[in-house]
Structure formats: C-alpha cells, structure tokens
C-alpha cells in the first residue's frame, strides 16, 4: 500500500508562481515499482484535466494550457515529484492531484491541494 501527499498550494496573485510538491510513502517494495508520475487539476464545475507527467527517466510532456509556464520535476530518491507553476493566471485556479503508477496497484492518487489565482 502506498500513499501520495500534495502539498504548497495556496492563495497567490496572478502572475505569481507557486511550487507543488508530492511524496508517496509506504511499502517499500511497492515504492520501488513507482513509475510515471503526474499532475491533474480540476477547477469548480469542470471535468479534472490532465496537467503534465514525468517517466522515470525524466521524460516530460505538458498540456498545451500550461506549456511554458509549468516545470514538473521529480527526486527519485525521495520518491518525489514536484510542479512549479509560475506566470499562473486565475484560469489555473483549481484542485491540483498529483498521480503515481505502481507495477501492481496501478494508478495512486494524492488527496489534492487547493490552489487559487486572485488578486
């Protein structure tokens, strides 16, 4: 069993920038299957959307909204991934969750973290 925990979101102004991070914790046998990790948000009445995904070789690919805009980055070694939004515009207000792929458990999401774009 493992567990995915978001955390830096926040209230910021637009044109400000904001740094998610995602740890996953638990059995360690399963933490060493995790493979692609990514990012998903969902605004208020809207569908959640997929936001950027990392391989584990650091491999990256973005959603055109936020290309440009959005690094995703990961820390293999402390089984963690981060996004840093920068430029962030009030359209970017939303639920973030951050996701994870396990050999045998498959897709792992995190609790999400609330991010708001306002002045």
């Known amino acids: 069993q493992v567990q995915l925990v978001e955390s830096g979101g926040g209230l910021v102004q637009p044109g400000g920038s904001l740094r998610l991070s995602c740890a996953a914790s638990g059995n360690i046998v399963a933490l060493r299957t995790m493979g692609t990790m990514g990012w998903h948000r969902q605004a208020p009445g809207k569908e959640r959307e997929w936001v950027a995904t990392?391989?584990?070789?650091?491999?990256?690919n973005y959603a055109d909204s936020v290309k440009g805009r959005f690094t995703i980055s990961r820390d293999n070694a402390k089984n963690t991934v981060y996004l840093q939004m920068d430029s962030l515009k009030p359209e970017d207000t939303a639920v973030y969750y951050c996701?994870?792929?396990?050999?045998?458990?498959?897709?792992?999401w995190g609790q999400g973290t609330q991010v708001t774009v306002s002045s």
């Open positions: 996701s994870a792929r396990f050999t045998y458990s498959g897709l792992e």
């Open positions: 990392i391989t584990t070789g650091r491999s990256t």
